[in-house]
């Protein structure tokens, strides 16, 4: 018999039985969930009118009202309601102190009357297509409709020319953009924006959490002098090794799992579950993608999971090379701060490579980017591109991680 | 049924652990003595597959013959390492449970061998503690355990009195007395007095060569003397 079930379940046991994993997964989710305790505590937002709310509420009124425009399409109608509602607002407060939060002077007050009243969200999207005018609040209170959606497009234009984008790749995303572009409809993602803007930020804890819980998989076996007897049993060389991948890819997947559903948990939980089904531009302002925010965050959570195997198969290949738990978590720490630094657009393959690496390419940001990969005629995108390239990593170390183990000697002492 | 080594070499860089040894062992306690670094646990080490010789060959023949990287060669092996190791925070039970799974037993065989061994071994009581609790003793007589598991045609023991009190080596010599009527066991030990009791052959290493391979009866004086001697006139 070759007892694979049990083997994997004494492998998974000896993962979990590590109190570093435990501690770690333990600061990770006190970690999460601190980023949301200024929102359910005692901070106050104070208005220039002395008046003041707690930050809770302001999310609950801006739930409320981006609530009641959510489905809507941007047009004149639903700017001039929000217009409306903000002039009534300020009219009997010409005299505030309150200045807008950039440039303008023209309609000061507005972001104030804006939290007071719940259209922050909808206002923050229009932000991020004028925010580079010379007076945003100005556009935000007089542009039309169609001058917003040429603003959408013109901001395209620039992240095109600024990445360094070909008339080919260009082609490429306008065709996937047309149908989208003049006709948005607004809705509250609050929650998915707030998942979405540290999504790199659980991938790269999670790649140290998994690096920790797995490093020993096989290097401990030395450590503990477990390996002689391991060895020489009838299931310890092919049945163990694959017993020790499944647990590793098993534990890094429910690790990955965790630590996003956690945040999302908190994310959603905070500011509302609404969105899934809103355009792509409510959370990535500058994006060509003509899909909702679900199936961006599908395709995120998805690739995620892969991510979660790549980096279980990674480091539990460097865990059979090495033979020490230290140098495994050396070596993916090492890794880590060198995926800290990016590469200049102008560099190149190498740059658009780079954006691939490990920690790079899963966030919301990389649907805003539009560098492609021919292959045979055909354009990747990075997504797909990265998905290509780790199911290669992971098709190419598992083999050797087998082959090694399978013929592995005892080293002296 | 024997177990053949023929030319087993071991060379490292600069020193040769295991020099051309051969020979072909037969059912019974073989006791393996030598100083320490004489090369008995490198020559051990081969014999379990678990250490590629330069040359040389291991080979167990039973009708048909098996090869020692073979799957089948390490399903009627049954090996306790000098360093035996263990998961500190497994109890007793589950790493018998463990090591039943890699030597190829259901679960139910598995349960049933555990529950005996862990009499036989007097471990019973502390079968369901952690091991990092155990005592030096205890934690040799689990390893004890896990090598007689699959009931092994070849069993190979290295230094396995280390760390146990007298009674337990008394239950432990019969232990093995037992074993070897139909398996092949190999104790390696500097302890003379563990095998000469009951040791059917004794095989002496110094050096990396036996300087003596011979039947118990043969030596026909106190063995230790024996050992003695030999080892004086090799030098």
């Not at chain 1, 009118?49 to 609530?67: C, F, H, L, P, W």
């Not at chain 2, 060669?73 to 925070?89: A, E, K, S």
Request: proline residues 3%; neutral net charge.
């Amino acid at each position: 018999m070759s007892n694979t079930g049990t083997l994997y379940k004494m492998e998974l046991k000896k993962i979990l039985m590590k109190k570093i994993v435990w501690i770690m997964l333990a600061i990770g989710i006190v970690m999460f969930i601190s980023n949301v305790l200024p929102i359910i505590g005692e901070n106050n937002i104070v208005f220039p009118d002395g008046t003041s709310m707690s930050v809770y509420e302001a999310i609950r009124i801006q739930k409320n009202t981006s609530e009641s425009i959510s489905g809507k399409k941007i047009d004149d109608s639903l700017l001039n309601k929000m217009r409306n509602d903000i002039r009534a607002f300020l009219a009997d407060k010409e005299d505030l102190p309150y200045k807008g939060r950039n440039k303008s002077d023209t309609y000061p007050g507005i972001w104030f009357a804006a939290r007071k009243l719940g259209y922050e969200d909808f206002m923050t999207k229009l932000y991020n297509q004028f925010g580079d005018a010379d007076d945003p609040n100005k556009k935000i209170m007089e542009c039309t409709a169609g001058e917003y959606y040429r603003m959408v497009r013109d901001n395209l234009d620039y992240t095109f020319e600024n990445e360094g984008v070909t008339e080919e790749e260009k082609a490429f995303w306008i065709q996937k953009f047309s149908g989208s572009g003049s006709d948005i409809t607004y809705e509250y993602a609050a929650g998915w924006n707030e998942f979405a803007d540290p999504f790199v930020i659980y991938i790269w804890f999670a790649f140290l959490l998994i690096s920790v819980s797995l490093a020993g998989t096989f290097s401990e076996e030395n450590a503990f002098r477990t390996d002689a007897v391991i060895l020489s049993a009838k299931n310890g060389r092919t049945p163990v090794c694959l017993a020790k991948l499944w647990a590793g890819i098993t534990v890094a997947a429910v690790e990955m799992v965790l630590i996003i559903g956690i945040n999302m948990a908190v994310c959603l939980g905070t500011y509302g579950i609404g969105g899934w089904n809103a355009p792509l531009i409510m959370i990535a302002p500058y994006t060509a993608w003509n899909i909702t925010v679900g199936q961006a965050f599908t395709l995120l959570i998805w690739l995620s999971l892969v991510m979660s195997v790549v980096f279980a198969v990674f480091t539990m290949f460097l865990s059979r090379l090495s033979g020490k738990s230290m140098a495994v978590i050396a070596v993916q720490f090492a890794i880590f701060f060198i995926c800290l630094f990016s590469i200049p657009n102008n560099q190149g393959l190498i740059s658009r490579l780079w954006e691939i690496r490990p920690t790079g390419f899963l966030n919301i940001y990389t649907f805003m980017e539009y560098r492609l990969f021919k292959i045979r005629g055909s354009y990747l995108d990075v997504f797909q591109m990265g998905t290509v390239i780790y199911i290669i990593i992971i098709a190419a170390l598992i083999p050797v991680i087998c082959h090694t183990y399978k013929h592995m000697q005892i080293k002296s002492r | 049924m024997e177990l053949v080594l023929d030319r087993l070499t071991k060379q490292y860089s600069n020193k040769i652990a295991v020099d051309r040894v051969s020979a072909r062992l037969k059912p019974g306690v073989i006791g393996l003595i030598g100083a320490n670094g004489a090369g008995k646990t490198t020559l051990m080490r081969m014999i379990c597959g678990i250490l590629k010789p330069t040359g040389g060959t291991v080979t167990f023949k039973n009708g048909s013959q098996l090869d020692v990287s073979e799957e089948m060669y390490r399903d009627i092996l049954g090996y306790l390492p000098q360093d035996f190791g263990y998961y500190p925070d497994f109890r007793g039970r589950d790493f018998l449970m463990y090591m039943a799974a890699l030597k190829g037993l259901d679960k139910k065989t598995a349960k049933r061998k555990c529950d005996e061994l862990l009499k036989i071994v007097n471990l019973e009581n502390a079968a369901d503690k952690k091991i990092k609790t155990y005592s030096g003793g205890m934690k040799q007589r689990l390893g004890i355990a896990q090598a007689v598991l699959n009931d092994p045609k070849i069993l190979i023991l290295d230094e396995p009195t280390a760390g146990l009190d007298l009674k337990e080596r008394v239950r432990f010599r019969n232990l093995i007395a037992e074993l070897g009527k139909d398996s092949i066991v190999i104790l390696s030990t500097h302890i003379v007095s563990d095998v000469e009791h009951i040791a059917d052959r004794i095989l002496m290493m110094k050096d990396g060569q036996f300087i003596y391979d011979g039947e118990c009866d043969e030596i026909g004086m106190d063995l230790e003397e024996f050992y003695l001697r030999e080892f004086d006139r090799e030098v």
